[in-house]
């Protein structure tokens, strides 16, 4: 059986899914591939891949409403979503993290660049965290299920996008400790991904809209601490 990641490729362009797929395949990853948002959706749940790349710009389902159904389905919890985009646009890329992707690629592509940011991605999805071994976390009314991916407040349930998860995960690891953004970048992104300036204010965002404003408090110029 071949054990290397699984790797799927969603794009209306064919010139584009082949380029990806050989520098891919020349790596020794598995790739298959989708030519619309639809087709991808079905090719997800056929293979069950490790990695998803994902066009932004489709047509019949662009890849954000892609990724906003990947993440309500439980099967693709551990799944990582980099989104496709030729824009550099703000709002692209805050769509695309909005809905749950792990990170972005802007075309064109360079290859050693895609190959090192899928590595890159494929070892921190598979990374634990090295800060402690507690598995649940009790924080005031919070409950954070690390094996779960679970998130309670008292009884309530509360949805989280992974790397929402993650970086509230990390900010109530010590209540009180302000987290610069260099260090949440470490922790949840690493140093080896790419992304934007823009990504933790986002993240932070969707927290607080979730939990409510009062448990995560910004430090100005400095980062973020969680209170209870």
Partial sequence: MNDNPQILVVDDEPDILEFVKYN?????????????????????????????ILDIMMPEMDGVEVCRQLRSDALFDNTVVAFLTARDEDYSQIAALDVGGDDYITKPIRPRVLVSRVNALLRRSGRKDADDGMEIITAGDLTIDKERILVLRGAEKIELAKKEFELLGLLVS?????????????????????????????????????????????IKGVGYKYEF
Avoid: C, M
Wanted: proline residues 3%.
């Fill in 24 to 52: 891919l395949q020349k790596e020794g990853f598995r790739v298959s591939t989708a030519e619309n948002g639809l087709a991808g959706l079905q090719e997800a749940r056929r293979v069950k891949p490790d990695l998803i």
């Fill in 174 to 218: 010590k209540p009180g400790k302000v987290f610069t953004r260099e260090e949440i970048f470490n922790k949840i992104w690493g140093t080896d991904v790419i992304v934007g300036n823009r990504t933790i204010d986002v993240h932070i965002r969707k927290l607080r809209e979730k939990l409510g404003s009062d448990y995560i408090k910004t």
